[in-house]
């Protein structure tokens, strides 16, 4: 009987195989019948890639690996690449060189005060377009997280910063990229942007991602659009301010988690090149942190027929170092940031650190090792400053030890630092909590030229300012501004603006003041600290101030990074940006312990009062009869003895 079965079994094995063989010579002679298809498996036709894409899901066959389909989904291709891609048989060309180019720069100056003040520049040049209606899917240098809010959001310029401290103007000279106590973001919209309020919601929702700050929080409340002040600093002469949106967080804390996802913007993160010295627990230990993104568009070259778009990344910090090295004044890369450098950035074309020696001529001063024979001489801030330069792209600057550590030994004091030309600012004056004034000083040391400043006010909705009292005195005289824009609030749904052009008499303080009430706000608007008190952004102030320092408008010529973002047309004369303080303003604060109270004593009547009717209405009662004394209950008992009836 198992001999019988096997035989049964193996029969069948062997019909099942030639079955199969029959069905494989079946289809070999079926292909070749029919002619032979050069498309590739895996090919698309360039007329399906090229139609629109719709909503719905792709159909993925069997004979595609699903893990093909979902890189297809994501990696589409463009229209130049479907239209470029070579057809079977040909020869392949190579892929075309990527036209991006990476930058880094690191400044030293050191301050007059004894401080230290370290600018890292960092700009990424992409020679694309965003905003013609090409989606751009490969990127090498520039951010794809970046390049794709861009593109979706159909963004012209944009401007965000982060700010730990307050820059202090008068002690450490004017920075090269100013910047608000908290958080500042300023975007330009193409002009093809239907729904600016609801692009500009949406994006600050991303951003608020993409960076790990509370930028979420800006809404109506805290938005403005500024119609002189905030002009585009990339191409195109744009004067529509309804694609403008600016807002400002004066209380918003910079910490490690804003700084990481800013150094992987980079493109070797913090891994190579300057980025290394960027330790979290080094620059926060500082007197001041700003970390900031710039993207615009800029020209190509000379000619400026083609645009390229420019992704600025800068970080300013400035050090204590006298105050922590315990009366010195000497400083050094590995004494401000615990590292040292060892090579540049493999992805840059350029790499350089730059040392602030103007003030240091002959060496007079101080001692700057190891030396650099290398000599630069830049405009910066209507200033001619000169620099000793290392190229790290140089192996020969890092010498046999493989590592640059800059050290400064000084030799005698430095003399007084030049007072900058524009300096202001503002404090809120007056008593109670229903009234009071707010006060802007705009300071202009130059000895004999007035220029104008361009004032923009920014003031949240619950101070009503009182415009009728606005006044703008100079030299204990009347300043009337040649051009005034106010835009009153709305309770809960705008601030106040106030943008003025006022001119500066030479050599005067000139004084704007105007009073304000102070609002009731429901319980629920109040933060969780309401003691602590409101903050209020930093007024705004740019001008032309005055300068005797030639100044070179073609960006396309190579100079300092740090030099060379802020436009200029007048040779007589330098863009400047200033900031004021945020203000810190009380409102009226009920006593939120109030309502602890009337529950403590609404609960204590309540179960007083009730609780007594209630047992009241509940209980029963019954009679009872007063038990007999002591000598009737003996007398009972002596009587239940002897057999007699008890009383």
């Known amino acids: 009987m198992a001999a019988r079965f096997s035989a049964t079994f193996l029969l069948a094995c062997v019909a099942l195989s030639s079955l199969q063989v029959y069905h494989v010579s079946g289809d070999l002679d079926q292909a070749k019948r029919e002619p ?143 910047s608000p106590p908290g958080a500042e973001l300023w975007v330009w919209f193409q002009d093809t942007v239907t729904d600016v309020d609801g692009a500009w919601k949406e994006l600050t929702n991303v951003l608020s991602g993409i960076f790990c700050a509370s930028l979420n929080f800006i809404d109506s409340t805290n938005t403005v659009q500024p119609t002189a002040s905030f002009k585009p600093l990339g191409l195109g002469n744009v004067t529509d301010s309804r694609f403008l949106r600016y807002a400002m967080l004066p209380r918003e804390i910079v910490c490690t988690e804003n700084l990481t996802p800013w150094k992987k913007l980079l493109p070797c993160g913090s891994k190579a090149g300057l980025a290394v010295l960027l330790k979290s627990e080094k620059l926060f230990h500082s007197s001041f942190h700003s970390e900031a993104v710039h993207i615009r568009p800029v020209c190509q070259d000379a000619e400026c027929k083609e645009p390229s778009w420019e992704l600025r990344q800068t970080l300013n910090v400035v050090f204590d170092v006298y105050t922590s090295g315990q009366g010195k ?67 020969d600057t890092f010498g046999s030890t493989r ?70 005195t100079s030299k204990s005289k009347e300043n009337k501004p040649s051009y005034i824009h106010y835009q009153p609030s709305k309770d809960r749904l705008r601030p106040h603006l106030l943008e003025m052009l006022v001119q500066l008499p030479p050599n005067s303080v000139t004084e704007v003041t105007v009073q304000f009430e102070r609002a009731l706000l429901k319980w629920t608007e109040y933060t969780p600290d309401p003691n602590h008190g409101f903050y209020v952004g930093s007024s705004v102030i740019s001008a032309l101030v005055p300068s005797m320092v030639a100044m070179d408008t073609n960006n396309t010529q190579e100079r300092p990074l740090f030099s060379s973002f802020f436009p200029c047309k007048e040779e007589s004369s330098y863009f400047a940006r200033v900031y004021t303080e945020p203000l810190l303003v009380n409102l009226p604060t009920p006593d939120f312990s109030m309502p602890y109270n009337v529950i403590c004593l609404t609960c204590t009547v309540v179960a007083v009062g009730y609780g007594s009717f209630y047992n009241l209405l509940t209980r029963t009662f019954q009679v009872e009869e007063p038990s007999p004394g002591l000598a009737k209950r003996l007398a009972n008992i002596i009587r239940r003895w002897r057999g007699v009836p008890e009383l």
């Open 329 to 395: 004044k000497e400083w050094s890369l590995f004494k401000m940031f615990s590292r040292t450098l060892t090579e540049a950035c493999p992805l840059s074309s350029s790499s350089k650190v730059y040392v602030d020696v103007t003030d240091n001529p002959e060496g007079e001063l101080f001692d700057l090792l190891p030396v650099s024979p290398l000599l630069d001489q830049a405009v910066v801030l209507g200033d001619r400053r000169t620099y000793v330069v290392y190229d790290l792209t140089n192996r």
């Open 403 to 472: 590592s640059l550590n800059l050290l400064v030994r000084w030799k005698a004091d430095g003399g007084e630092m030049m007072r900058p030309l524009l300096h202001s600012e503002r404090y809120v004056a007056g008593f109670g909590l229903q009234t009071g004034e707010i006060h802007t000083l705009i300071y202009n040391y130059h000895p004999y030229r007035a220029y104008p400043v361009l004032l923009m006010e920014t003031v949240p909705w619950y101070l009503r300012l009182y415009i009728h009292t606005l006044t703008v």
């Open 36 to 178: 032979e298809s050069f498309t590739e498996p895996n090919e698309v036709p360039v007329d399906e890639k090229l139609e629109k894409p719709s909503n719905e899901p792709p159909i993925v066959s069997d004979s595609k690996p699903i893990e093909e389909a979902q890189d297809d989904r994501q990696w589409q291709a463009t229209e130049e690449e479907a239209m470029a891609k070579p057809e079977p048989g040909e020869d392949t060309a190579p892929p075309p060189p990527f036209k991006d180019e990476f930058k880094e720069e690191l400044v030293i100056r050191p301050l007059q005060s004894g401080d230290i003040y370290a600018s890292f520049q960092f700009s990424t040049l992409w020679d694309t377009d965003f905003v013609q209606g090409k989606r751009v899917s490969h990127y090498h240098l520039f951010p794809k997280s970046l390049g794709q809010v861009i593109s979706k959001f159909s963004i012209r310029e944009l401007h965000i910063s982060f700010t730990q401290g307050f820059w202090r103007t008068m002690q450490w000279g004017q920075p090269f990229l100013p």
